[in-house]
């Protein structure tokens, strides 16, 4: 796994003029030279090809990485964007045509595709002439409408990681606890997860499925006994991850998408509790947008910075309309630790006991930080302790704003470096650990529990007051007096993996359950950010493999 910069990329084009915007932001991932290929106003469909690159993609003996591809269409120049369905599902569909080496798996409910490798190897990935296919009929338009000059298409691409289906450890036999799963009240095993059939919590000493509370209010208690159903997303069956956590230019493509009224709802330069409350650099989050003017476009000058100030229903409107899901707490575990991977106690989420803290000056080159930059010391795997930066944007003469705070997803990932020294887990997920917290569902809750793993479908509320929230009834944080309102809570969630603002170290190991259970509605959380005491959060989603 090496030195990666840019994660996400979109490109749109013009129907009739097929214009493509390309390589915006493209170190890492470019989809560039978008346009029609063919129309079919017998089937309804339009074909679209492109190219696509990405560095350092793999395919070896245990997983792989993938591209999660899916695009939106406008019919009013731009003002309000819609999913566009795919046309067909399955592994290449019929016109659907990927190069030699890879595939397209579309799933059933037709929102995107999984770009990937179909034979082992790895390194940079360079191929033109991709071709999808939209069923704009399916979508309810008609050949006018799809034809006409105003109807513009956009196609985005997030990078994830294939975690294949497998038992795994939940808890590492820790027995100074830290609310880790066990087996029992005097029985520090963890739990041993074998399939996804309904999973019911014991109260006995030993030997069962033990939940050991983490105190959080309105949480289980320990010993509690309660039910995981068969549909709750336990780990073992295979999902996409992710690989990075979000970025504020995957934050700032997706809200720029937005009508006026949602994007008022997920402003989070506001001054709502837990907002950013600016425009400037806060925390070296640097996203600026104008509410006085709301037809203006969001702004990032660090587009692949990890995002913070992100609430539980900013990441699930996100989820929503890109199609992917929350994660589960044990699917974090899997994650990091992989399948049939014995645990060890303490360990973090890159399989060993040590760490090694990015120190103030390490940020190389020590200029402005535009996707290049890297941390000199090569053995330094984890942003943590709330550091005051003195190189890159925080160096002498920089805004104190800048010095402390994430930074870009994936910087401990260079050219020959271990999983250790890139603080990665099993599978290849960059910053499971540190940087920013991990938003997700807590077994803990009821609320929790209800979830589902349903996908987001493209669609967010257009309700009056409740614009921009996402809609998926089983999803944590649903309204509880009107699910038609979406998410608008937390309650549910929780946080794995640590931010940099922590000081203590265990919070960043792998089965650390300290505030799995704390949800920020509960916790009175997002008014603690003013004292340096806040979670720092942004998250990375995932989709259950078709």
């Not at 493509?20 to 129309?39: K, T, Y």
């Not at 890879?102 to 059933?108: L, Q």
């Not at 020294?421 to 009821?446: C, F, H, K, P, W």
Request: proline share 3%.
């Amino acid at each position: 796994m090496n030195r990666t910069s840019f994660r996400f990329m979109f490109v749109f084009g013009i129907f009739g003029m097929c214009l493509g915007l390309s390589d915006a932001w493209a170190n890492n991932l470019a989809l560039s030279n978008f346009n029609v290929d063919q129309e079919n106003t017998i089937e309804n469909t339009m074909t679209f090809s492109f190219d696509l690159a990405q560095n350092n993609s793999w395919r070896n003996a245990v997983n792989y990485d993938a591209i999660w591809i899916f695009m939106k269409y406008s019919t009013d120049g731009g003002v309000t964007w819609l999913p566009a369905s795919m046309a067909g599902n399955g592994t290449n569909p019929s016109s659907f045509l990927a190069p030699a080496g890879f595939e397209m798996v579309v799933p059933s409910d037709e929102t995107g595709l999984f770009f990937e490798r179909t034979s082992l190897g790895s390194g940079n990935i360079s191929v033109s002439g991709v071709k999808v296919v939209w069923d704009y009929g399916q979508d309810g338009l008609s050949d006018q409408t799809a034809l006409a000059a105003n109807t513009i298409t956009k196609i985005f691409g997030i990078e994830m990681v294939y975690i294949p289906e497998g038992a795994f450890f939940a808890g590492d036999g820790n027995s100074s606890s830290a609310y880790r799963f066990k087996q029992g009240s005097a029985d520090n095993d963890p739990w041993y997860i074998q399939n996804e059939n309904a999973l019911s919590t014991a109260s006995g000493a030993s030997d069962g499925y033990y939940y050991q509370s983490t105190g959080g209010n309105g949480e289980n208690n320990s010993g509690d006994v309660f039910l995981l159903s068969n549909s709750f997303p336990k780990g073992y069956r295979s999902f996409y991850l992710m690989k990075y956590e979000m970025s504020e230019g995957q934050w700032v493509a997706f809200f720029n998408t937005l009508p006026t009224d949602a994007k008022r709802t997920r402003d989070i330069t506001g001054s709502d509790l837990g907002g950013k409350n600016s425009d400037g650099v806060v925390n070296r989050n640097t996203i600026a947008w104008d509410s006085g003017h709301p037809v203006t476009q969001a702004t990032t000058t660090r587009p692949d910075r990890a995002m913070t100030y992100l609430s539980w229903p900013d990441l699930l409107a996100y989820a929503d309309w890109s199609c992917l899901r929350p994660i589960t707490e044990l699917e974090f575990e899997k994650s990091a630790r992989g399948k049939d991977v014995n645990a060890v106690v303490n360990e973090f989420v890159w399989g060993n006991t040590s760490y090694n803290t990015a120190e103030a000056g390490e940020i190389s080159p020590n200029n402005d930080e535009d996707g290049s930059e890297v941390i000199s010391d090569t053995a330094a795997n984890i942003n943590r302790n709330n550091l005051a930066w003195s190189s890159g944007d925080g160096r002498a003469g920089g805004a104190a704003e800048a010095q402390k705070g994430a930074l870009r997803a994936g910087i401990f990932s260079r050219n020959g470096s271990s999983r250790a020294t890139s603080g990665a887990g099993y599978y290849g997920n960059m910053d499971l650990s540190g940087n920013v917290a991990e938003q997700v569902v807590t077994i803990g809750r009821q609320e929790g529990r209800n979830f589902l793993g349903t996908h987001g479908d493209g669609r967010l509320s257009t309700l009056a007051n409740y614009a921009g929230n996402a809609t998926n009834a089983d999803w944590p944080g649903i309204d509880n007096m009107d699910a038609n309102r979406g998410v608008t809570g937390s309650i549910g969630s929780g946080y794995r993996g640590g931010d940099f603002n922590a000081a203590s170290t265990n919070i960043y190991q792998t089965s650390d359950r300290t505030y799995a259970a704390k949800d920020p509605d509960s916790e009175n959380f997002f008014q603690r950010y003013e004292s340096g005491q806040g979670i720092f959060h942004s998250g990375r989603l995932g989709r259950s493999a078709p």
